[in-house]
């Protein structure tokens, strides 16, 4: 799991320029839910970025969700995203 996000910090990095990131993994909060898989992660993407504040929100949200593009459809299945 460690490595997993790793692995998501270091994706992003390569693409984008931000100050700090927090990855949270929220997934056990989701336990019991209908669409629950445990081979997809919840997670909570915090960001620090002067680059992404610079551009609209949306814009960030879309830049971050295309460099995740392959991982959101096969390793996540929730992802919240917040930009500081």
Known sequence: MENYLKY??????EKI???SIEIIDNSARHIGHKSFSKNKYHLHL???S????????LNAQ???MKILKDDLKNKIHA???SID
């Open 8 to 13: 998501i910090e270091k994706k992003l990095e």
């Open 17 to 19: 320029k931000f100050e």
């Open 46 to 48: 915090k960001i620090k």
């Open 50 to 57: 002067l680059y992404l504040k610079s551009i609209t929100r």
């Open 62 to 64: 879309k830049l971050i």
């Open 79 to 81: 992802l919240e995203i």
